[in-house]
């Protein structure tokens, strides 16, 4: 089968497309015939050897959440899955390719109504959004900053937010990206230097940019806040400590929950967006063999959305 290998750490140029073995469905696995799989900043800091949370002894194939249909089943699985369009996670590697053998208990069921791509899409960055609103109680008259509003998981925090009844604030970076959020009540340029004052005072505040702009959101809570850290897209963790939160009253949320409550949520995510009420914004789609263009797209910042592979 086709595949893109990281045989070393580096630039975008280490991602190489080649052959790799057709995996086998081994007891309790299905294989899946991958249509679409997911790119992530955090796949890109894995691919140039930075500290994250995926682990792998090169030479391997990338890749975590893919998309397609099961077209084969392991000792143990039903074999009226076969066929059957689901999305699922590799637990960090294998993605890049054209087939993936995952464990039955790994997939989620597309529901009819969801295109497959969207699926992808909504996978981990729905399964994330809905669990910070959850786990930051968004409620009716909050005011919620929303960093990088442009971006895949970003786009959803604006919609669900809102969903919850909150006035959303977007940050975005850059007059494309901020043309390029939907949905929120308004929309700030954290490139420009008077953005904090722009965005005004908040009661939520999901930081998906770390650094500087991270530390400078937390600086808007009111007393009784809550802010959510998940993401350094700025290179770095917003400098916050659960000292100067807990001086200010505000509450930091740095985990969303269990493997059972993360299964939860992305079932939910998958059930909103078939319902029409969750919608993703793919932005850029790459073919596989390109999956080196679309990591150095996300590392130059000229993506909006979801990034998928089309394999």
Avoid at 206 to 215: K, S
Wanted: aromatic share 6%.
């Amino acid at each position: 089968m086709r595949a893109v290998w990281l045989r070393e750490f580096g630039g975008p140029e280490v991602l190489v497309p080649g052959e790799a073995p057709d995996p086998v469905a081994g007891p309790g696995q299905v294989v899946v015939e991958v249509a679409f799989a997911n790119t992530t900043f955090v796949e890109t800091q894995f691919r140039a050897g930075a500290p994250g949370p995926f682990r792998a002894s090169l030479p391997v194939i990338p890749g975590n959440g893919v998309g397609g249909v099961i077209s084969a089943v392991g000792a143990g699985v039903d074999p009226g899955l076969a066929g059957q369009r689901v999305v699922t996670a590799t637990g960090g590697s294998g993605g890049y390719a054209e087939r993936v053998a995952v464990d039955v208990a790994a997939v989620f069921p597309v529901p009819p109504a969801l295109e497959l791509d969207a699926a992808v899409a909504v996978l981990a960055d729905g399964r994330t959004a809905t669990g910070l609103v959850h786990a930051t109680s968004v409620r009716p008259g909050d005011r919620v900053l929303v960093e990088a509003a442009a971006g895949g998981v970003g786009g959803l925090l604006v919609q669900l937010a809102k969903a919850a009844g909150a006035t959303v604030i977007g940050a975005a970076g850059g007059p494309a990206k901020v043309a390029s959020v939907r949905g929120a009540d308004s929309v700030v340029d954290y490139l420009q230097p008077d953005w904090a004052a722009a965005a005004g005072e908040v009661d939520v505040v999901f930081d998906g940019v770390g650094g500087a702009i991270g530390t400078a959101a937390f600086g808007l809570l009111r007393p009784g806040g809550r802010m959510a850290v998940y993401g350094l897209a700025g290179g770095s963790w917003a400098e916050v400590s659960e000292e100067d939160a807990a001086a200010r009253d505000v509450t930091l949320v740095r985990s969303i929950g269990s493997p059972e409550r993360m299964r939860a949520f992305t079932e939910s995510a998958l059930a909103e967006a078939a319902a029409g009420r969750l919608v993703p914004l793919i932005g850029q789609r790459f073919p596989l063999a390109k999956a080196a263009d679309a990591h150095a797209a996300i590392e130059s910042r000229a993506t909006v959305g979801k990034t998928l592979l089309v394999a």
